[in-house]
């Protein structure tokens, strides 16, 4: 070990104490580990930051990846708390004249090892006194990771990341090194972590089926007896002999361990109430204010995010899915729809271009929605001030039956939405869809356009995270059987205890696009002139 780090780890030894799905993680340490921890959990400073610096001890001279969305995602999301950390558990950042454990984005001192892989540019890269790295990874910038050689990486927020993309570009750069760390029960490790709000933690809760119990068990016992062995000699009077037979049998049984870690895969859970005694007391009253009871649910108690058994999108996957930052070609006008509710007003955007797929598709862009007492005005106000930087502020707005007629005297929905968008400053060309469809005749056709693999007539694409809660709403959507076919459960609607923006408000909205667009064609995507369809 480099000299300057063994000397400064022995002058700032620091007692931090764990909680136990933390000491769990750290003593199975397997090489592929999945962290599912809640909010307030304590997933930075008892997963992320033990786990990276276990590997810089264990695998000097290594290059490790730090993989994110983008660059700004990483250094303000993730760095940020990572640093606070690395301070907790001892390691500071190097001042020249105070010394440190590490730099980041700049060349290091003098006197540091070298890595094994040459670093050319420092500017998202962290290194150690040791000689290993730690650098950031954007999946943002298409093919960023080619070319690059590590021997581990870390996920945060692994729920805004594409397994694909994971696959075909991240995956494949655990490589190198093999005669020094081909032998370490480490060499390829994979951290990911994150808590489960997120419609796209399918392909993350499946890594549960890949545990070995038995496994794991035999690492926790043996290495508990490493760790008892070790205090033993710790004692005061201990004769060299007795030191002697203890450092051979941590030896053997560091052997064993190393067998059993090296392709062990462990999954690691915690909710906020496991990290308590690091919580403020009002840290959870806080958290059932801001958040919804089903937000509260999987962000901070860690259940698991539901999906309906008998959905009425039993073909919604997550290939629909993606995190495209520019699926929206803000030169062009925009579509939208509304569902015309009193306890809740929904919006859903979307857009018909090629940015997602290469060639047009329907892309789903956002939702937003208000609840009451606020209604239809207040969202289409939420969605101008979301769109208060765009190009083109032209909207097409789609509307069926139901936002027709007078309302007690007043103007019906469809007119108020139209005079409120152009209130705002849009234009809009609104057209009527006629009646909606009967619900089992919805229900075949939406599953016919989602099963659509080819280019025609469309292919369905979700921003996962702008639409979010559509999705959510698509998920816990479920079906029931009738003398007049399949039918939507729309029993969320009426249930006074399920939060309204997760009920069937926002899936209805989802098949109005879908009927609109590539059920009646009705998208004036093909022509430059806009043609305004009168009030029906």
């Not at 390829?188 to 808590?195: H, N, P, Y």
Request: a neutral charge; one cysteine or more; proline letters at 4%.
């Amino acid at each position: 070990m480099n000299k300057a780090l063994a000397e400064l780890e022995y002058e700032n030894v620091v007692k931090f104490v764990l909680n136990v799905p933390q000491a769990k993680a750290y003593t199975v340490m397997p090489n592929e580990m999945y962290a599912f921890i809640g909010r307030g959990g304590g997933k930075t400073v008892g997963i992320i930051a033990p786990w990276i610096l276990h590997k810089m001890v264990m695998m000097p001279r290594s290059s490790g990846g730090l993989v994110g969305k983008t660059f700004t995602d990483i250094e303000t999301k993730i760095l940020q708390p990572l640093f606070l950390a690395f301070e907790q558990l001892g390691y500071y950042e190097y001042e020249p004249s105070k010394g440190g454990h590490y730099v980041y984005g700049k060349k290091p001192p003098e006197g540091w090892d070298k890595p094994l892989t040459p670093v050319i540019d420092y500017k998202h890269v962290i290194s150690f006194p040791n000689g290993t790295t730690l650098e950031l990874i954007s999946l943002h910038l298409k093919g960023s990771a080619n070319g690059k050689s590590l021997q581990w990486i870390v996920c945060d927020e692994a729920k805004l990341l594409n397994e694909v993309q994971l696959r075909a570009e991240v995956f494949p750069i655990l490589r190198g090194h093999v005669k020094h760390f081909g032998s370490s029960p480490w060499y390829g490790a994979k951290l990911f972590v994150t808590d489960k709000l997120s419609p796209s933690m399918h392909w993350l809760l499946a890594k549960r089926k890949l545990m070995d119990k038995d496994a794991i068990n035999a690492v926790i016992y043996y290495q508990c007896t490493i760790n008892g062995l070790r205090q033993r000699l710790a004692e005061d009077n201990i004769s060299n002999g007795t030191v002697a037979k203890i450092l051979k049998r941590i030896g053997k049984i560091e052997m064993v361990l190393a067998g059993l870690r090296k392709n062990l895969v462990y999954v690691v859970e915690a909710s906020a109430m496991d990290n308590v005694e690091n919580l403020s007391p009002d840290f959870f009253d806080n958290m059932r204010r801001s958040l919804t009871a089903y937000e509260y649910a999987v962000a901070i108690e860690n259940i698991d995010p539901t999906r309906v058994e008998n959905s009425f999108y039993p073909d919604r996957k997550e290939h629909h899915l993606h995190t495209e930052d520019y699926d929206d070609d803000t030169s062009k006008p925009i579509g939208v729809v509304l569902d015309y509710q009193a306890s809740l007003s929904p919006l859903v955007s979307f857009q018909i271009n090629d940015r997602v797929t290469g060639c047009n598709s329907l892309n789903f862009l956002g939702d937003f929605y208000v609840k009451h007492p606020l209604g239809l005005k207040n969202v289409i106000d939420q969605f101008c001030d979301f769109h208060k930087g765009r190009i083109c502020k032209h909207v097409y707005y789609f509307y069926d039956h139901t936002a027709v007629g007078k309302r007690n005297g007043q103007v019906s929905f469809a007119e108020e939405v139209v005079q409120h968008f152009e209130n705002n400053g849009w234009t809009i060309t609104y057209v009527y869809m006629g009646q909606a469809p009967l619900q089992d005749t919805k229900y075949r056709r939406v599953q016919f356009y989602l099963q659509n693999v080819q280019a025609y007539p469309l292919q369905v694409r979700i921003h996962q995270h702008r639409c979010a809660i559509m999705v959510l709403s698509m998920d816990q959507t479920g079906t029931k059987e009738t003398d007049k076919g399949t039918k939507k459960d729309k029993s969320s609607e009426t249930d006074i205890k399920f939060p309204q923006e997760q009920a069937t408000h926002f899936s209805d909205c989802f098949d109005m696009v879908i009927w609109a667009v590539l059920e009646l064609n009705l998208y004036p995507m093909l022509t430059e002139s806009i043609t305004t369809v009168g009030f029906r």
